[in-house]
Structure formats: C-alpha cells, structure tokens
T-cell receptor, first 120, second 115 residues
Framework: GAVVSQHPSWVICKSGTSVKIECRSLDFQATTMFWYRQFPKQSLMLMATSNEGSKATYEQGVEKDKFLINHASLTLSTLTVTSAHPEDSSFYIC????????????????FGPGTRLTVT | AQKITQTQPGMFVQEKEAVTLDCTYDTSDQSYGLFWYKQPSSGEMIFLIYQGSYDEQNATEGRYSLNFQKARKSANLVISASQLGDSAMYFCAMRGEYNFNKFYFGSGTKLNVKP
C-alpha cells in the first residue's frame, strides 16, 4: 500500500516552454501533497505544500507564478513549470500523506519516484 | 528552526559488515520525529525507520536500527550485515512539533558496499 506515482519520469523541453508533472496517490487519499526539488548530489528542498481544494503554500524563495500547483482531487496534484529555463533543470519529487493515517504519530510521507526535468 | 546535519558525504563498507551513518539535529521543539530514507540511483525515496522524540527505546526495522541519543541530539542509522543492494544515498530527516507536514532533510550520505 501507500504508493505514489509520478508522470512523466523524465522530460526534456525547450527553454520558454511549460511542463506539467503529475503526482498521484494510487491506493490512498491525500489531502496534502508536497513538492520537492533536488539538484544533483544535493538534498531535497521543499518547494510547496499542495492542499486539496485550496491554494498551495510556497516556501520562501520559490516563485509561485513560475511553479504552478494544482491539487484538484484527493489523489492528484500537478506541478507546472512555466516558461522553463535551463536553471530549472532538476529532479522533482512529490510526496503525500495518507489521510486515513492521520492519527499516526509518524506523520510519514510517501514519496513518488521523481521526475527528471532537463531544459535545453 | 530545524536543522539536520550529516557530516559524511561518502562511506565505504565491506559486504556483510555493519556501518553507522551519522546524523545530528538541532531544534527547540519538545516533540519531533526523526526519519531515515534511502535513495537508490533510480531516485525514489524509500522510508527506512522512524524515531519519535519521546520514544524511550531505539527504533529497529530488520537490519536497520536507529541509535538515538537525545541529549546529544543525534540519530545515527546502523545497518547491520551490509548487502550490495544497500549502496545508495541515505538521508536523515526531521519533522517538528508544530508543522507535521514540513520535513527537513540532511545533505545525505552516499554509501558504497564493496563485495
């Protein structure tokens, strides 16, 4: 159980175009999903918290107009990188919390397999 | 603010031996959770083990155990009987008391298991 998928697993796009990445919880409902960015050989940095039915909460320094997040259902959140540039090339990982495990003391997050974005 | 420090960028261990990956943390929260994740080259983050700040016993999950020393603010991961498949990046992470959703990650340790 607790499987999170991401699509696509990798994408190459030209500078100036937009790219959409999907994050799905396959066997559980997630009112909250999280988007992380990981540069090569670096740690994960939280970009934003995606809340179902409401606006996402962005971390300091993350441009909300550039990284559009939509969480339209309890199983799907999308991240759209608008007007992508080479410096946006990175590994984007989403995670989700199981709504039914809300009482769990661990508050564990389940991670997707990641999406590698390359902007040329 | 929370801070996680992993001081070992890379580690080597002989197959079948035990290895300890270091993690120290800094927080003013009274209640917090500590996690270890494994990230193989494929990129997925695999949850390994959890330790709550009020847990009196060290957490164990199969070959993984967490050496929790609260006074020293350390949460080292011990992998016993290393296997070749253990070669990966390992991240220590922490969530605080007031925002259960926000995880703070360390910089990671690259573990290489030698045959």
């Amino acid at each position: 159980g607790a499987v999170v998928s991401q699509h696509p697993s990798w994408v190459i796009c030209k500078s100036g175009t937009s790219v959409k990445i999907e994050c799905r919880s396959l066997d559980f409902q997630a009112t909250t999903m999280f988007w992380y960015r990981q540069f090569p050989k670096q740690s994960l940095m939280l970009m934003a918290t995606s809340n179902e039915g409401s606006k996402a909460t962005y971390e300091q320094g993350v441009e909300k107009d550039k990284f559009l997040i939509n969480h339209a259902s309890l199983t799907l959140s999308t991240l759209t990188v608008t007007s992508a540039h080479p410096e946006d090339s990175s590994f984007y990982i989403c995670s989700a919390r199981d709504l039914q495990a809300g009482g769990s003391v661990t508050y564990e997050q389940y991670f997707g397999p990641g999406t590698r974005l390359t902007v040329t | 603010a929370q801070k996680i420090t992993q001081t070992q960028p890379g580690m080597f261990v002989q197959e079948k031996e035990a290895v300890t990956l270091d993690c120290t943390y800094d927080t003013s929260d009274q209640s917090y959770g500590l996690f270890w994740y494994k990230q193989p080259s494929s990129g997925e983050m695999i949850f390994l083990i959890y330790q709550g700040s009020y847990d009196e016993q060290n957490a164990t999950e199969g070959r993984y155990s967490l050496n929790f020393q609260k006074a020293r603010k350390s949460a080292n991961l011990v992998i016993s009987a290393s296997q070749l498949g253990d070669s990966a990046m390992y991240f220590c992470a922490m969530r605080g008391e007031y925002n259960f959703n926000k995880f703070y990650f360390g910089s990671g340790t690259k573990l290489n298991v030698k045959p």
